[in-house]
């Protein structure tokens, strides 16, 4: 079985940062593409940033001057850095990967129980 376990969230003012993380464990052979996801109240869940497992990155346009994403390999981790928060980042956030489990069966796209963060003065 694989699990994602995201840490991080929080509440934080206006212009404040966080850092989320979000490790994932099990029989894990390699995970491709790891990336971030958030659900605003009443809004439905939208990608914010991917990263590939070489590295390269893809930011949505209203997060791409503040947030930074990266992730550590060996440590099967994936990280967003969240810079100059404003109260519309406000959501659950969540990570997602796409792993390559020692068993084909358990294999696929996984998803972490959510961090909340709120943005607020």
């Known amino acids: 079985q694989v699990q994602l376990v995201e840490s991080g969230g929080g509440l934080v003012q206006p212009g404040g940062s966080l850092r989320l993380s979000c490790a994932a464990s099990?029989?894990?052979?390699?995970?491709?593409?790891m990336g971030w996801y958030r659900q605003a109240p009443g809004k439905e869940r939208e990608l914010v940033a991917s990263?590939?497992?070489?590295?390269?990155?893809n930011l949505v346009d209203s997060v791409k001057d503040r947030f930074r994403i990266s992730r550590d390999n060996a440590k099967n981790t994936v990280y967003l850095q969240m810079n100059s928060l404003e109260p519309v980042d406000t959501a659950v956030y969540y990570c997602?990967?796409?792993?390559?489990?020692?068993?084909?069966?358990?294999?696929?796209?996984?998803w972490g129980q959510g961090t909340r963060v709120i943005v607020s003065s």
């Open positions: 990263i590939t497992r070489g590295g390269n990155t």
């Open positions: 997602n990967a796409y792993v390559f489990a020692a068993s084909i069966t358990t294999s696929g796209d996984y």
């Open positions: 099990g029989s894990i052979v390699s995970i491709n593409t």
